[in-house]
């Protein structure tokens, strides 16, 4: 969900409007208008109001007043202890998240799978992250078909054919664990399969790179290059981005090739998620002030983990066994 928080910009952005433009989605792609797809275009539909949270559960800093905190500006660089709590946040998200897909199917809403995430996130001593965050109404972000980040769970069911992004984010024990996948609903079309793969790919294949000492941008050049040779497009306007006692940190992780300054650190969490679609990466925001789309309907795929860095490499944080 972080990635609508722009950090630090690229160095070719000059000016505060550009940074904002890139954080709400006013992007710096292109757009086609040859139909990409089949789907039907998605359409808001009624949004119920937040599930509560019991008194006990420990909140983040924002959960009450419903602010955007700042994006602090060190990496957030852990202890053993601060391992430990990392690990179970990451691994408690990936078993919501887990969770959450087996509910997927034709039929059921958005909102329906919201109210389950919340449900076990509670059940698990854990607030939802998304929860409140600069007043996002829902405890988790589903993502339909051209959507590109920050869908609102709401009561349109879901159809044959969609794909589905579901991102979800625990804050367990003062740390938060952040990690999404796509999901498939019933039959869906081979274009779709395959973006969806290869975004998966991308993913895995950055992780690979990652290691104490290793530039920032080996990750988007990565993922650049997978998405590349599938002639693909790599969202610019959303990032990945350091996540432990704070939702959101240095570094900031753009999934394109770039010149980000700064190297990978020994015990450093962050995220990486791309955002991968068919056709030009220009996004609108809707009036929600949330949804992102693509501007040209093409779908969009994402895939998301956090890892820690090691001394050998990377741990992926969002694993059931992690």
Same mark, same amino acid.
């Given at each position: 969900?972080?990635?609508? @928080? %722009? &950090? ?21 792609? $292109?757009? #086609? ?5 089949? =789907? ?6 009624? /949004?119920?109001?937040?599930?509560? @949270? ?11 007043? +419903? ?6 500006? =060190? ?15 990451? !691994? ?10 087996? *509910? ?12 389950? %995430? ?25 993502? @339909? ?12 069911? *879901?159809?044959? +054919? ?36 290869? #975004? ?43 996540? +432990?006692? &704070? ?6 992780? $753009? ?10 650190? *020994?015990?450093?969490? $962050? #995220? ?14 809707? !009036? ?10 093409? *779908? ?11 001394? #050998? ?6 694993? /059931?066994?992690?």
């Amino acid at each position: 969900m972080a990635r609508a @928080v %722009v &950090a630090q910009a690229p160095a070719r952005l000059t000016s505060s409007r550009q940074i904002w433009n890139m954080a709400k989605g006013f992007g710096l792609g $292109f757009a #086609t208008t040859k139909p990409l797809h089949n =789907r039907p275009p998605l359409k808001q539909g009624k /949004v119920s109001p937040k599930s509560p @949270v019991p008194a006990h559960i420990r909140r983040p800093p924002y959960a009450d007043k +419903g602010n955007f905190p700042p994006w602090a500006d =060190r990496s957030q660089v852990h202890n053993e202890e601060g391992k430990r709590k990392m690990r179970a946040s990451g !691994r408690l998200a990936a078993r919501v998240l887990e969770y959450a897909g087996s *509910l997927v199917r034709p039929g059921i809403t958005t909102d329906e799978i919201d109210k389950a %995430v919340h449900a076990m996130i509670i059940e698990n001593g854990a607030y939802p992250s998304p929860l409140n965050y600069g007043k996002f109404p829902k405890s988790v972000c589903t993502s @339909v078909n051209e959507c590109v980040c920050h869908g609102i769970p709401d009561d349109r069911p *879901l159809e044959e +054919g969609d794909i589905l992004n579901i991102d979800v984010t625990v804050y367990l024990d003062g740390h938060h664990g952040d990690t999404s996948r796509m999901f498939y609903v019933g039959e869906v079309d081979p274009a779709a399969k395959q973006l969806c793969e290869v #975004t998966q790919e991308a993913l895995l294949e950055a992780i690979k790179k990652c290691a104490p000492g290793v530039p920032y941008s080996a990750i988007g050049k990565t993922i650049q290059s997978i998405a590349d040779k599938h002639k693909y497009g790599v969202i610019r306007d959303y990032v990945g981005h350091g996540v +432990g006692a &704070a939702f959101h940190s240095h570094p900031t992780i $753009f999934h394109y090739k770039n010149t980000q300054p700064g190297v990978m650190q *020994l015990g450093e969490t $962050f #995220t990486i998620e791309p955002m991968i679609v068919q056709g030009g990466i220009k996004c609108d925001t809707w !009036r929600d002030n949330w949804t992102v789309v693509t501007k040209d309907r093409g *779908l969009c795929a994402q895939f998301e983990h956090t890892i820690l860095i090691t001394e #050998t490499g990377a741990d992926i944080l969002t694993r /059931v066994d992690a």
